[in-house]
């Protein structure tokens, strides 16, 4: 996993994205952001990219193919689960049946999104901070 490969975004929140980017700005995170607003878009993009992303940050809540379908198709996908790309939900839902099922389907962490500018770019923060300071097994040592 290499610490600069893109960062893959699934929100279909328009508003969501722009503050996601001024997030990723203000943070001066080098990563590529790469939006999708459908997760059916995101899953033709990883099975066919050679990039090797740093990190998924899926919502929950999306059209066609939710963040859990999505988690299941890149689960059932052996050239996807081989890439081992860390996982996590960046969501409004809170509900503890969602995040059971979450977890089920083996990613690696549910966030629920703060509500002000301020605690979102603390926690994206620590996220990206924590997932770059991982190992990988797909990392050279």
Known sequence: MPKNGPIILIEDDYDDQELMK???????????LRFF????K???YLVT???K???????INLPTMTGIEFKEEINNNVLLRKKSIPFIFLSTTPDAGVV???YEMLIQGYFV??????ELKG?????IDYWKACRHPLEEY
């Open 22 to 32: 001024e997030v990723f700005e203000e943070l001066a995170i080098p990563n590529i």
């Open 37 to 40: 607003n459908s997760c059916v």
């Open 42 to 44: 995101a899953l033709d």
């Open 49 to 51: 990219t050679i990039e």
């Open 53 to 59: 992303p740093l990190l998924i940050i899926s919502d």
């Open 100 to 102: 059971s099922r979450a």
């Open 113 to 118: 999104k703060p509500s002000s500018l301020q």
């Open 123 to 127: 926690l994206v923060k620590m996220i």
